[in-house]
């Protein structure tokens, strides 16, 4: 495979290239990329000072986001040097705005992983909220405070989740799974698929 070429990747995706588009087209609606990669308030795991920063938009009730999940959090746990920054772009149903805002509450008890895996472990689509709440109360969060935390910090958690979805119109996105990896774009992965974008990232990196 040839550098310069585009990545078929073993999803079937296409791994283009997001930038310097990316922020020609952030810039063009007012929003700087190092907004889109470094928000405060946007979840972020893996290693903090990784060499590749990957971004993660998804809906709840996304099932190509579910069925990806599990691979990218092994990637991401077995490169190690990963950068990992989810976005919550709830576009599907009301339903994935509720479990969006349950599990973006959550962060301010650090829960926001546990409340997020319960969320995605859920088969199917177009869940309904009651069954949301059941699945993040097994998960052991205390949901009185995530309750309680969501009203103190409503006004926070619609301001996040209006950025994510002003960021992923401006960089053209057209649906959930959406991933920036390094300089690049793509959509659905799966495990050997986030490895050879991990890798193609840092040698596009490595070659600037």
Same mark, same amino acid.
């Given at each position: 495979m040839r550098?310069r070429?585009? !990545?078929l ?5 296409a791994?283009?290239?997001a930038?310097?588009?990316?922020s020609?087209?952030?810039a063009?609606q007012?929003i700087?990329?190092?907004a889109?990669l +470094?928000?405060?308030?946007a ?11 990957a971004?993660?938009?998804?809906? *709840?009730?996304?099932?190509?986001c579910k069925?990806?999940?599990?691979d990218l959090?092994r990637?991401v ?13 709830? !576009?599907l149903?009301e339903a994935?705005?509720f479990g ?5 509450a959550?962060? *301010?008890?650090? +829960? *926001?992983?546990l ?5 995605m472990a859920i088969?199917?689509r177009r869940?309904?909220?009651?069954t949301m709440?059941?699945a993040?109360?097994?998960s052991?969060?205390?949901?009185? +405070? ?9 006004d926070?958690i ?8 002003a960021q992923a119109?401006? !960089?053209g996105?057209?649906?959930?799974p959406? *991933?920036l !990896?390094g300089p ?7 495990y050997?698929g ?5 890798a193609?990232a ?7």
């Amino acid at each position: 495979m040839r550098r310069r070429d585009l !990545i078929l990747l073993a999803a079937g995706a296409a791994l283009t290239a997001a930038a310097p588009g990316l922020s020609r087209r952030a810039a063009a609606q007012g929003i700087d990329t190092e907004a889109i990669l +470094r928000d405060p308030e946007a979840p972020t795991f893996g290693n903090p000072k990784g060499d590749v920063t990957a971004v993660a938009f998804f809906d *709840y009730n996304c099932p190509f986001c579910k069925k990806a999940a599990p691979d990218l959090d092994r990637a991401v746990a077995e490169d190690g040097k990963i950068r990992l920054v989810l976005k919550d772009w709830p !576009i599907l149903t009301e339903a994935s705005v509720f479990g969006a805002r349950l599990a973006l509450a959550a962060a *301010y008890q650090d +829960r *926001y992983a546990l409340v997020h895996h319960a969320l995605m472990a859920i088969p199917g689509r177009r869940i309904p909220e009651e069954t949301m709440r059941e699945a993040v109360q097994a998960s052991g969060v205390d949901l009185a +405070r995530l309750q309680a935390d969501h009203d103190k910090n409503a006004d926070r958690i619609t301001a996040l989740l209006r950025r994510n979805a002003a960021q992923a119109q401006a !960089i053209g996105l057209q649906g959930t799974p959406s *991933y920036l !990896i390094g300089p690049f774009r793509t959509s659905t992965l799966d495990y050997k698929g986030f490895k050879q974008a991990f890798a193609e990232a840092r040698r596009r990196q490595a070659a600037q």
